[in-house]
Each structure stands twice: as C-alpha cells, then as structure tokens.
C-alpha cells in the first residue's frame, strides 16, 4: 500500500484524501440544502423557540441509534447553554423512565424516517400528559412529524456514504438543526460570557472564561517600582520578581515599562558610558516604554491570552482607575490551562 492510496476488496486502490473531499463536499452541499430551506421553516422554528422559551420544566431529548447519539449530544449543548436538558432513551422509556417526563416539560424527538418504533410509547404518553413535542424529521407526513406540535423537517439529502445507506450527512444536519435551537435560544435569554463561566468551571474552556482578576499576580508580587528609581533598582525588581516586565509609576499610576529587553538594549547603547551614569545616576523612567498594552481585571482569561499572542508580549500589567493592581503573564495562562 502507498501512502495516501487504500487498497479496497477487488484490489483497487483509492485515495483517501480523495474520498475524505468527497464526503466533505456532500455534507457541505447538504447543509447548504439546509440553510437554502430555512425560509421555508421560518413559522415553526419561530414556535420551537417560542415553546422552550416559555418551557418551565426541562427539555427531554430522544432518539435511538444514530438519532440517540446526536440527541445525547445535543443534550449537553443545551444544558452547558442554559437550557435544562436531559437525553431520553426511548427503550427506557418504556420501562419507567417517562416517569421522569412531565407536562411543564418539552420533547425534541429525533428520527430521520419518522418512523422509528421505538419512540412509539414516547409520543403516546406525551399526547396523554399533553407534553409539548418538537420533531426534527425528514418526513412531512410521518408518524412523527404528525404526532409534533412543532415539526423541523429537514431536506432529505443524499448520504456522504457511497451507498447512500449509512446516516451520516442526515445525522449531521440533525446536529446542527439542534445546535441552531441552542444557539437561538442562548441569544434569547442574553447568555453571556459569564453564563458559560458558571456551567464550564473546569477545563481549558473554564479557565478561559475566568476573569483576570482570579489568576493576575499581585500585592508583593507584583514588579513595580517608582519612575524616578535608578536603572539599577529596575533591574533589581526585574532580577527579584522573575517576570521579565517592570512597571514604572507616577503618582501611583502607571506612567510605562521596562523589559528585560529593554534594559540589554539600553546597556549596548551606552556601552561607553561609566558604570555609575548608565546604572545609578540614569532614572528608570528615561528609558521606559510608554503605552504599554495594559488589561482589566473583568476582563476574560481567554481575551486576555488572545490580546498577549497578538501583541507578541509575554506579560501585560492590570489596571485599575490607571493604577497597577495585577500582573498577568503568558506563562501564569498557561500554567492555568488557558488555551
């Protein structure tokens, strides 16, 4: 076998990247399907929303097979964006578990056929208890998409499968039929940043939506000296602190930086100068940098971290009514699993 070719059952080669575009292309081409059938869907995916807006329970999502695991996960997409969600497997819902369903809840139920047996119990309990029913179909006049109060029905595309058999590009748009509802319904209630910090605390994600003030060094840590303090001092703190930054104030504000950059390249200037001029008698402040990138300390870890990158600076000073109250450095994101 070459690199790139796979040998296939009658000895044929393929290329793998060829059939990767291949598939790739098909599940494009059926989500641009899907986006061109949206105007079409304007009323009922205006009443979707409207029923999990107004739904005072939780949303219970069910499918099976291919359906189930897309349902699975959209089930912790909506509860990781505000909306109390719980997948619902329809075999267990026969045997007890739509128990746990109640009227102030709301079903999304998937099945590309609509015809799937198994949520049979589902659809008759639910017009029992009068639980509202979301259908995500690809079938106007199934079983499913009948029994709905709201029916997303989805264009019937052809499978990124060869044979057209194996659900892949129809679960996809499942996926992000789903998605869209979540994201919809995120806008709606105002989820903000500080929403996501509260579902996600662990993780990359959660530490990128910390607030600087929760990782910024401060108090004694922090390298901060006066304007007028000598070179030397600065390079003292620079030595002390081990950020590679200090801050020079004026009145308590931050009137600019030194790096240790800075500093070698002061040095090389005045390498003819005398140890006394060039380190004691020189002031800190003649040779900072003014207009350093500064951040807030309700600023996100993950801005913060974006903002250090772009810049391509290792550490940024934060401030508060222009006075330094933290540091943050590249390092202390890392260290804290911002990414």
Request: proline residues 3%.
């Amino acid at each position: 076998m070459t690199i790139g070719r796979v040998t296939v059952s009658d000895g044929k080669t393929i290329s793998a990247l060829g059939a990767v575009r291949r598939a790739l292309d098909i599940d494009a081409e059926g989500v641009a399907t899907l986006v061109a059938a949206l105007d079409g869907l304007e009323d009922r995916i205006e009443k979707a929303v409207g029923l999990l807006l107004g739904m005072e329970g939780r949303l219970i999502i069910t499918g099976l097979g291919k359906s189930g695991h897309i349902g699975a996960k959209l089930a912790a997409t909506f509860s990781s964006t505000g909306t109390p969600a719980y997948f619902l497997h329809p075999s267990e819902a026969s045997h007890g578990d739509l128990g746990m369903v109640q009227p102030t809840d709301v079903i999304l139920a998937l099945s590309w056929s609509g015809e799937t047996r198994e949520l049979s119990d589902v659809l008759g309990y639910a017009k029992r208890r009068t639980v509202p029913m979301i259908a995500v179909t690809a079938r106007e006049d199934s079983t499913l998409a009948t029994a709905a109060d709201v029916a997303l029905v989805l264009p019937r595309v052809r499978e990124a499968c060869p044979h057209n058999l194996a659900p892949t590009t129809s679960t996809l748009l499942q996926m992000a039929m789903g998605d869209a509802l979540a994201i919809a319904l995120l806008e709606a209630r105002g989820f903000t940043e500080e929403s996501f910090h509260r579902f996600h605390p662990g993780g990359s994600l959660g530490a990128a939506l910390k607030h600087v003030r929760e990782i910024m060094h401060e108090s004694d840590a922090l390298p901060v000296i006066a304007a007028s303090a000598s070179v030397l001092e600065a390079i003292g703190v620079l030595s002390a602190k081990g950020h590679g930054i200090v801050g020079l104030t004026r009145d308590g504000a931050l009137a600019g930086v030194i790096t240790d950059g800075d500093i070698r390249r002061y040095l090389e200037r005045n390498a003819t100068s005398t140890m006394q001029a060039a380190l004691h008698e020189t002031e800190a402040g003649e040779i900072m940098t003014e207009g350093s990138v500064t951040l807030r300390p309700d600023m996100m870890a993950g801005e913060a971290l974006s903002i250090l990158q772009s810049k391509r600076i290792s550490a940024a000073f934060v401030l508060s009514d222009g006075r330094p109250v933290g540091l943050v450095t590249m390092l202390r994101l890392l260290n804290r699993g911002t990414a």
